[in-house]
């Protein structure tokens, strides 16, 4: 199945991305897509040497629903915070975070969902892979958003890249 399939999640993809481009559901769409899913992970294999093992399941969804309630969630925020709070009352910060994921891909995730999350924006990761540089609209304790960072989503992340 692994020589058939080396990356199932891309195949996937590109199947639903092709579906989505031809904008129908048909027979000939369906066995098209199929193709392309199949040959081209096949022919991507050899630039994917250290790819990281990806847990599918319970772990992603749950991190997929953290991460959609939080964008929910910070909408509403941002919106009370720009509605309501006048600029000299705002806490704007950089905020540092040290990363103790091992894997690019993980750490790609990690800055892409802050960058999602409204109000924060991840800005750069360090050389050595260890920090991220977070800009957050408001903060009132730095400390304490590291740590709701940390374990809201870098914790989730280390059981989805383990």
Same mark, same amino acid.
Do not use: C
């Given at each position: 199945?692994? %020589?058939?399939?080396?990356?199932? !999640? $891309?195949?996937?993809? *590109?199947?639903? @991305?092709? +579906?989505?481009?031809?904008?129908?559901?048909?027979?000939?769409?369906?066995?098209?897509?199929?193709?392309?899913?199949?040959?081209?992970?096949?022919?991507?294999?050899?630039?994917?040497?250290?790819?990281? %093992?990806?847990?599918?399941?319970? !772990? $992603?969804?749950?991190? *997929?629903?953290? @991460?959609? +309630?939080?964008?929910?969630?910070?909408?509403?925020?941002?919106?009370?915070?720009?509605?309501?709070?006048?600029?000299?009352?705002?806490?704007?910060?950089?905020?540092?975070?040290?990363?103790?994921?091992?894997?690019?891909?993980?750490?790609?995730? $990690?800055?892409?969902?802050?960058?999602?999350?409204?109000?924060?924006?991840?800005?750069?990761?360090?050389?050595?892979?260890?920090?991220?540089?977070?800009?957050?609209?408001?903060?009132?304790?730095?400390?304490?958003?590291?740590?709701?960072?940390?374990?809201?989503?870098?914790?989730?992340?280390?059981?989805?890249?383990?």
């Amino acid at each position: 199945m692994k %020589r058939l399939l080396p990356h199932p !999640a $891309l195949s996937a993809m *590109l199947l639903a @991305v092709w +579906l989505v481009m031809v904008n129908s559901i048909t027979v000939g769409g369906v066995v098209l897509g199929g193709i392309f899913a199949l040959i081209l992970p096949k022919f991507t294999q050899p630039f994917w040497p250290d790819r990281p %093992r990806v847990r599918f399941g319970s !772990a $992603l969804a749950g991190y *997929l629903a953290i @991460v959609g +309630l939080d964008i929910i969630l910070a909408n509403f925020q941002v919106a009370w915070v720009i509605l309501f709070r006048r600029n000299r009352d705002l806490h704007a910060r950089w905020l540092i975070v040290p990363i103790d994921l091992a894997a690019p891909e993980a750490i790609t995730m $990690l800055a892409g969902t802050i960058s999602l999350t409204p109000g924060t924006v991840s800005s750069d990761v360090s050389a050595d892979g260890r920090f991220l540089l977070v800009h957050a609209l408001d903060v009132a304790d730095e400390a304490a958003e590291v740590a709701r960072i940390k374990a809201r989503y870098e914790a989730r992340l280390q059981r989805i890249f383990a």
